[in-house]
């Protein structure tokens, strides 16, 4: 079979099951699968398939057809201009989180802090800050053992390994560290809004990464308790929040003795990080 007809024939299935990227989609398997550039499978329409690459994209097209998001089909995820890692066991990076990244990177660039990710998963958090501020360390913590395994292989990937570790533990179970910055994005989504997710999200991604409670802010609360006993003096606070959420957050902020000093919108004009003081 030749490129043309393999990815008309991956296009067709993927819209006949309303895949809105029907024709990206098969060109970036098929470029993964061939490991060749997306470019060049483009220009080379006529170019010959072997039998057993054939057989590998039908599968990956079967399970995109399912809605399985491309990042657990291909393994990999781009954040912050670097490929990471990525499994069913995290979540999948998202844009809006670079956010939270570029603005912590803004206020700590001239300095060496000692960094706490709550709720790792792949790490890329942790590790994209850990890249930009070459004197900085980090610890990240999880519950979810296969997700800490997710981000040691991330740190091996990147080079950062002997700047931070990574441990399956509660940040609950935390106790006698101090650091500069505690960073976070935790679940947020309110337990009755999880089914209105996209199928993508609801079936694939790990609900315990999602699942923020009643209201949404679970989880929320818990680090803003947890960080007031772990947080060296003037210490940052850098959360990632849902939409709609900043309002509740900065009241609990506030009675927990923080100052808001840095609130980030999202493409949609939403706030979507804090940074707070003690």
């Known amino acids: 079979m030749i490129v043309s007809d393999l990815l008309s024939l991956g296009s067709k299935i993927l819209k006949n099951s309303n895949v809105q990227t029907y024709q990206l989609d098969p060109e970036i398997m098929l470029s993964s699968l061939l490991k060749k550039k997306r470019e060049h499978i483009i220009i080379n329409p006529e170019e010959k398939v072997s039998k057993s690459i054939v057989n590998d994209f039908n599968k990956l097209i079967i399970r995109r057809s399912a809605r399985e998001p ?3 089909i291909l393994k990999e995820k781009e954040f912050w201009s670097k490929s990471f890692f990525v499994n069913r066991n995290t979540l999948i990076p998202r844009p809006e989180t670079e956010l939270l990244c570029e ?7 001239r300095k060496n802090p000692y960094i706490l990710d709550i709720g790792t998963g792949t790490g890329c958090i942790l590790l994209s ?3 930009e501020i070459k004197k900085a360390r980090g610890v990240g913590v999880d519950i979810s053992k296969n997700a800490i395994e997710v981000a040691k292989k991330n740190a091996n990937n990147l080079k950062l390994n002997k700047r931070v570790k990574f441990f399956p533990k509660s940040f609950d179970d935390l106790y006698g560290y101090k650091f500069d910055l505690v960073v976070s994005n935790p679940p947020y989504i309110r337990t009755c809004d999880i089914k209105n997710l996209s199928d993508d999200v609801r079936t694939f991604e790990p609900k ?3 699942d923020g409670g009643k209201d949404g802010l ?4 818990k680090v803003i308790y947890k960080t007031r006993t772990i ?4 210490g940052w606070l850098a ?3 849902g939409h709609g959420q900043h309002y509740k957050v900065s009241q609990i902020l506030k009675t927990q003795g923080f100052r808001e000093e ?3 919108k999202d493409y949609q004009n939403n706030i979507r990080c804090i940074l707070a003081r003690l």
Do not use: F, G, P, Q
């Open 70 to 72: 491309m990042a657990y």
């Open 208 to 210: 315990i990464a999602l």
């Open 262 to 264: 840095l609130l980030v």
């Open 103 to 109: 603005n912590v990177i803004k206020v700590l660039k």
């Open 231 to 234: 947080l060296k003096k003037l």
């Open 218 to 221: 679970d989880v929320i609360r």
């Open 239 to 241: 959360l990632e929040i």
């Open 129 to 131: 800050i850990l890249s």
